[in-house]
């Protein structure tokens, strides 16, 4: 497998590589690298080891074709317990989407004790077979190790997922990127449906009460809901030590755009 990584570096700017490319349309970047890129962004030049980033929220309102990048960052709070930051996105000039992110200094935990669901019974990723079906992975785009359910069965879905690249060439994916670029995968895990997925996401809001300690991320989908066209999908999101947070999203009905290179 060729582990390119999604993004090279252009000066103060990204040129994103082939292996980018998204499902909806043979010419536009896939939208897990759009959040990758604006959380990169976010952590490297505000990001702080006393802080956990806790909200990460995208709005992906134009889909990127591979001009080059640049990414905006500003700010907003800079308080002893409370990080804001802003981010943009923008394709040869152009926005395309924008994030913004919430850090918060870690702390000791209260006292007392409160309800939280129980434990996750998911086997451990390295004791599942990889699936046989290389589109699962969308041609190498990630691992995957499926729990229970699939894309598309009407049931309960589990699934472990891996990154195989790095976002940006030369730079190892910290805990906070590699939950970013895997929280994309909460809209098609959750919203496909027996016909196949029809609903393209236009956000996430990724929440996390700790990073993940390790390269596996677990999705497990607690919630789809449709009307008129418009959909919601959230996952709990675990590591093999168990629950990190939730990826929630909204996505638009869509039809793929057919052309030369499409999936």
């Known amino acids: 497998m060729d582990n390119q990584a999604f993004f090279t570096r252009d000066g103060a700017g990204f040129l994103a590589n082939p292996v980018s490319r998204g499902p909806w349309n043979p ?48 700010l907003v709070r800079d308080g002893h317990r409370i990080k804001v930051v802003d981010a943009e996105l923008f394709s040869a000039g152009v926005s395309v989407g924008r994030a913004t992110s919430q850090l918060l200094r870690r702390t000791e935990q209260p006292p007392g004790r409160v309800w939280s669901p129980p434990d996750w019974d998911a086997p451990k ?34 699934m472990w997922m891996a990154e195989v690249r790095e976002l940006v060439e030369g730079s190892p994916l910290t805990p906070w990127v590699r939950a970013a670029l895997a929280s994309d995968f909460a809209s098609p895990f959750a919203n496909a449906g027996d016909a196949g997925l029809a609903y393209i996401n236009t956000d996430v809001t990724l929440y996390m009460h700790r990073p993940p300690q390790d390269e596996w991320i677990g999705f497990e989908v607690v919630n789809h809901q449709s009307a008129d066209g418009v959909a919601i999908g959230e996952c709990w999101l675990y590591d093999v030590n168990g629950p990190v947070g939730a990826a929630s999203v909204c996505a638009l009905a869509q039809k793929r755009a057919m052309g030369p290179g499409a999936p």
Do not use: K, N
């Open 125 to 158: 990723p390295w004791d599942i077979a990889p699936p046989s079906d290389a589109r699962v992975a969308l041609g190498g785009m990630w691992a995957v190790r499926p729990i229970v359910g699939a894309m598309g069965t009407l049931g309960p879905r589990r």
């Open 27 to 74: 010419q536009s970047l896939h939208g897990r690298v759009v959040i990758g890129l604006l959380a990169f962004a976010i952590e490297e030049r505000c990001g702080d080891p006393a802080y956990t980033p806790a909200r990460l929220t995208v709005d992906m309102y134009r889909l990127p074709d591979f001009s080059p990048l640049s990414v905006e960052t500003r």
